[in-house]
């Protein structure tokens, strides 16, 4: 078993794992933060993406003792402060760009480390970053849309592909 520490959506957590313990399993299992999902086993869904130290991550390819130290951010964490939905979630609400939601913790926490680094995306780069991230329900239109809106751009243009 190995000692991990970490700071998780701003709140220190600690726990014993064994060496395979995946990210997620330590979020999911040990500190019941369910919003990030396990959709693929595979690593190709992108339903497991968490922030770590500010990158984007998938957390069912990184084990939990590689997280030690970090700076963890999970969907849990994605709200402002007075618990109302962040600008990104309120897009994806406004903009209808989830259905059944099981992809959706991924979608919000990729479109916020798109952002981060590209504050205003074309609807092609939005696309591209996504590809990392499967959606069996939307068509990624609304998707697309709520990312664009979040970004603060004009989304009425955006075709329908």
């Not at 963890?72 to 007075?82: H, L, P, S, W, Y």
């Not at 991230?133 to 609304?142: K, M, Q, S």
Request: glycine share 12%; net charge negative.
């Amino acid at each position: 078993m190995t000692s991990v520490k970490m700071t998780v959506n701003g709140r220190e957590v600690s726990g014993e794992v064994e060496g395979r313990t995946l990210l997620v399993q330590f979020l999911r299992d040990g500190q019941g933060l369910t919003g990030t999902h396990v959709g693929c086993d595979t690593s190709q869904c992108g339903a497991c993406v968490v922030h770590v130290d500010g990158e984007a991550v998938k957390a069912c390819t990184m084990l939990a003792a590689e997280a030690d130290g970090a700076q963890v951010r999970t969907i849990e964490g994605m709200a402002n402060e007075d618990g109302s939905l962040s600008t990104i979630q309120q897009a994806f609400q406004d903009h209808h760009g989830l259905q059944c939601g099981y992809c959706t913790p991924g979608m919000v926490m990729s479109a916020a480390a798109l952002l981060k680094d590209n504050p205003k995306p074309s609807e092609h780069e939005v696309r591209e970053y996504l590809e990392g991230n499967i959606c069996r329900c939307t068509g990624y239109h609304n998707i697309v849309k709520a990312i664009m809106a979040a970004s603060g751009q004009d989304v009425s243009r955006i075709a329908a592909e």
